[in-house]
């Protein structure tokens, strides 16, 4: 139903614009959290700075700073990020009046000479917003650039993240390599003593056949390794904004897993709701629904619009203004029936509201897993790597026992064999274990987010660490 009203009404009615349409969305407030995490280990030497600094690596570094500054998938969510706050301006300037230009002549149709007559003027209208559609939609709109801007962060801790394993991983390999290269020369040489013996009947062919194959399985983890680095290597190169290339110069992979020293501060778990970029990203998610629940609340309410047009003619094109029209209208849109379509529309906004929500508490008890499990997998693996380091000293003197022992004849070459499989895999055990508890760090520092919380407006942050 439209129905015109006086001008002086339309104006009250402006008045009452309705600013309880949109509900308070549930956020952190509504959020228990413990006091404190539960694992007992805390990063030692806490201290402020990037965690990846805590490595003291200038190669890594490097490599992180060079990938927030070149990343394509940050650079991407940035230029989303313009969009949405482009999309925010287009929503507040729905709330100011729109004007046109128009002009107007006569035409014949049948010769398609212009007329003698000649108008031009502009046409207003304006959406006094008495409903507080206007007011939601803008209200949704700026939860939508918040979330832009959380996301721009977020996929910087993402990347951050991925660029410290990669690298973990680039420097396991090559340290593996090195091992490789170390296991090779040490079966070689059990290999020539075994075939030495063989050639002064001292032992029998089996023990060379078993001394070669022990050697042929260990030079079989090459391919793979390299494969390994390789990948690393090109993951690297991609994060970087770079093309994927071949294998690292010489030695720049072999200088051992890196050791993290110390880090920013942990805090605690509430820390987390304003730390990490996702969560705030689902919270702006929360503002937005929110907000389109007031927008379908909208619709239940009468809408107001104001028209108007002023027209200057003078029935020549050269003559002087003669003739001034001027028009100015009022219509009010009231939802009287239809069928119940609109207060649904607004039940299932409420409901999409409730969703969003469970799926917030849903990430936070996420994340605090993502926290819990990289405190306790440094922990593990701290444990882990000290007993491996007591395994590789009793595995080095049983090796060196039992080849003494050989060459006097008073061991079997299944004793040496047996030992020297046993040294080498735990120090392939040690590599491996300490490139986790390295990546363990970065998991852990990727959960609990930035060391400052990230900020709700402004520009897009440098990053978040």
Same mark, same amino acid.
Do not use: K
């Given at each position: ?19 309880? @349409? ?27 700075? &990037?965690?990846?600094? /805590? ?9 992180? !700073? ?32 729109? +004007? ?7 035409? &014949?149709? @049948? ?9 031009? /003027?502009?046409?207003?209208?304006? &959406? ?6 206007? %007011? ?32 973990? !991983?680039?420097?396991? @390999?090559?340290? =593996? ?5 170390? $296991? ?12 030495? =013996? ?19 399985? @260990? ?25 994927? =290339? ?8 072999? %200088? ?59 029935? %020549? ?19 009287? #029936? ?25 990430? +936070? ?27 590789? $000293?009793?595995?080095? =003197?049983? #090796? ?11 061991? $079997? ?5 047996? $030992? ?16 986790? *508890? ?5 998991? *852990?520092?990727?959960? +609990? ?17």
């Amino acid at each position: 139903m439209r129905v015109r009203i006086p001008i002086v009404m339309a104006g009250s009615l402006a008045l009452c614009a309705c600013a309880t @349409t949109i509900p308070d969305a549930p956020g952190p407030a509504e959020i228990d959290l413990p006091p404190d995490f539960a694992a007992d280990y805390r990063p030692p030497l806490e201290r402020e700075a &990037d965690w990846w600094e /805590g490595f003291e690596d200038p190669r890594l570094d490097e490599l992180v !700073e060079r990938a927030l500054d070149a990343n394509l998938d940050i650079a991407s969510t940035r230029e989303r990020l313009a969009a949405s706050r482009a999309l925010l301006r287009a929503a507040r300037g729905d709330r100011l009046p729109r +004007v046109d230009g128009v002009a107007d002549t006569g035409v &014949d149709v @049948t010769s398609g000479d212009v007329g003698d007559g000649l108008s031009a /003027g502009a046409v207003g209208v304006f &959406d006094p917003d008495i409903s507080g559609r206007l %007011s939601a939609q803008i209200e949704a709109a700026v939860a939508r650039a918040r979330a832009a801007e959380y996301l721009v962060a977020d996929r910087e801790r993402l990347i951050a993240a991925e660029v410290g394993r990669q690298y973990i !991983e680039l420097r396991r @390999t090559g340290e =593996r390599l090195v091992l490789l290269g170390e $296991s090779t020369r040490l079966q070689e040489q059990t290999l020539r003593i075994v075939t030495l =013996r063989f050639e002064a009947g001292l032992s029998a062919n089996l023990d060379v056949r078993r001394a070669a194959a022990d050697l042929a399985q @260990t030079q079989a983890q090459s391919g793979l390794l390299e494969l390994q680095r390789a990948r690393a290597v090109h993951a690297l190169a991609i994060l970087t904004g770079d093309v994927p =290339r071949t294998a690292p110069p010489a030695n720049e992979d072999s %200088s051992g897993v890196p050791s993290f020293t110390s880090g920013p501060p942990l805090g605690i778990p509430a820390d987390l709701l304003r730390r990490r970029p996702d969560l705030l990203v689902a919270e702006a998610g929360l503002v937005e629904a929110a907000a389109n629940v007031g927008i379908e609340r909208a619709d239940l309410l009468p809408s107001l619009t104001i028209s108007g047009s002023a027209l200057l003619g003078d029935g %020549s094109f050269g003559g002087i203004v003669s003739d001034f029209l001027g028009s100015l209208a009022a219509a009010l849109d009231v939802p009287l #029936f239809d069928g119940g379509r609109r207060r649904a529309e607004v039940d299932a906004a409420q409901y999409e509201l409730q969703a969003r929500f469970l799926e917030y508490r849903q990430d +936070v008890l996420a994340v605090m897993g993502e926290v819990e499990n990289a405190l306790v997998a440094i922990q593990s693996y701290s444990d882990r790597n000290a007993d491996l380091e007591v395994a590789i $000293s009793e595995s080095e =003197r049983a #090796f060196e026992q039992s080849n003494a022992l050989y060459r006097e004849g008073l061991a $079997s070459l299944f004793d040496v064999l047996d $030992s020297q499989r046993q040294l080498i895999s735990s120090r392939q055990a040690l590599i491996d274990s300490e490139a986790a *508890l390295a990546s363990s760090f970065v998991d *852990l520092y990727s959960a +609990v987010g930035a060391p400052e919380p990230v900020a709700q407006t402004g520009p897009a942050p440098r990053r978040a660490e």
